[in-house]
């Protein structure tokens, strides 16, 4: 795969093709294996550290009824842009698909959801990378990062200062760099790092089994304490963005030898995927119990991880380090994106130096603050989820067949597209209201 890594539901294509080479010219090397990881990929990124939490808000098996849910929906949604794409065969990207039905307003549409995705996972990825470094406090609990666990608590290694050093000595240097070379291997390696983590986890949990010390599971939700029935679609926007790929799917599509072959690669990571995080989310579940954060990440401290240091720091830092590598490409998708929006006439942008700085450092800097004014990945977990990604994902799709501009949707099509759109619309609609009520109520 020479031109695609995908993080959380994030569109990163070769932004800056090299010199001399077509713009449609794409190399049908790629097995159905190769399709699985990079699908795969797509899929399990910094999500998989806050499943545990939504496993806290449902229980155990509402959860896990949810993530299957939301899978065969996925799966359902990503078969209608498939169909639509092979009826043709002129439009092969997500963006022309939406183009054929509803014209330029329908394109623009989703390259604006896919900007606000991309720009909400960066976020996310500082935040983690400020919880490892820095830690975290909620509810009066203070959970210390590496920095504090290694040197003590300073001003220098306090969240602002960590990250900010983070992003100018490491992801400052990276996406100053002109263009992004191939990075498919990556995809195997982003796979073999989520199953090396549940390994280890799982390996923590057992021991934690064996000294007596694992958390007791919650099996149904808990409405004691004030808790509302509504807060339980809040954990909904949170599985969409962990489980999304759509916009993985073309590119990775066009790669395929056989691209009859892709649905099989859909369903396929969709299962691998949804076991990841069914471990995940029951291993860390056991493991923290109630005290489990947003960030799973979070608990692996020396005071609340049954884990050694050494063993939390390794956890913690890998997965840090991984983000850290991933976060500037995810970053040249965005920064295109935004230079093809704001200017659509201009020179490319590889070869206006100001215009490159100019997009470089403002970006950089709105994602630096952001990270640093709302640590908290639950928030843009829920806000990407219940606007952007509910929009790329069920939305559009579910929009494309009713729209139906080549005649070849079925009842059936039309039924579960309707019922696509509605739940979409209604689970996002009462998880923002709901945030919004709690937070005016705490306020008030």
Not at 68 to 89: A, K
Not at 116 to 133: M, S
Not at 204 to 233: C, H
């Amino acid at each position: 795969m020479k031109s695609e890594i995908n993080k959380d539901s994030v569109v990163t294509t070769t932004l800056l093709p090299k010199s001399n080479q077509l713009k449609n010219e794409v190399s049908k090397i790629s097995s159905v294996s190769g399709a699985v990881f990079n699908v795969s990929t797509s899929i399990i990124g910094a999500g998989i550290m806050s499943i545990p939490a939504t496993l806290k808000v449902l229980g155990i098996i509402p959860g896990f009824v949810v993530i299957l849910i939301m899978g065969f929906l996925m799966e359902v949604t990503i078969e209608f842009l498939l169909r639509y794409t092979n009826h043709t065969g002129e439009s092969d990207t997500y963006g022309g698909v939406m183009a054929e039905s509803f014209g330029k307003f329908g394109s623009l549409s989703l390259q604006t959801c896919v900007v606000i995705t991309n720009l909400g996972a960066l976020i996310i990825y500082l935040i983690i990378i400020g919880d490892v470094l820095s830690g975290d406090q909620s509810d009066g609990v203070v959970h210390s990062g590496i920095l504090q666990e290694c040197f003590g608590f300073h001003w220098w290694n306090t969240r602002a200062y960590s990250v900010l050093f983070v992003v100018i000595f490491v992801m400052l240097p990276l996406v100053l760099l002109p263009r992004v070379e191939s990075l498919g291997h990556a995809s195997a390696v982003s796979i073999l790092l989520a199953v090396i983590f549940v390994i280890i986890i799982s390996g923590m949990a057992i021991y934690a089994m064996l000294e007596g010390k694992t958390q007791q599971l919650r099996l149904v939700p808990d409405f004691s304490d004030g808790f509302s029935f509504f807060n339980l679609f809040t954990t909904i926007p949170v599985m969409a963005t962990a489980l999304a790929c759509h916009v993985t799917i073309h590119p990775v599509r066009a790669e395929l030898v056989n691209q009859s072959n892709m649905t099989s690669a859909v369903r396929i990571s969709l299962i691998l995927s949804a076991v990841i995080y069914l471990a995940v989310g029951f291993v860390g579940y056991l493991l923290f119990g109630d005290s489990i954060m947003a960030d799973m990440l979070v608990n692996f401290d020396q005071t609340n991880s049954p884990g050694g240091l050494l063993i939390n720091a390794a956890v913690r830092l890998s997965y840090a380090l991984h983000l850290m590598l991933v976060f500037p490409v995810i970053f040249y998708s965005l920064r295109s994106n935004m230079d093809e929006m704001i200017f659509p006439r201009k020179s490319l942008l590889s070869n206006d130096t100001s215009r490159f700085m100019l997009l470089t450092i403002v970006l950089l800097s709105f994602i630096y603050f952001i990270a640093i004014a709302i640590p908290n990945i639950w928030y843009f977990y829920q806000f990407i989820g219940s606007t952007a990604v509910a929009c790329i994902a069920f939305v559009f799709p579910g929009a494309i067949v009713l729209r139906d501009v080549h005649g070849i949707s079925t009842r059936k099509d039309r039924a579960m597209a309707i019922i696509v759109v509605i739940l979409a619309v209604v689970t996002s609609a009462i998880a923002i209201s709901t945030n919004l009520f709690s937070a005016f109520g705490n306020s008030s």
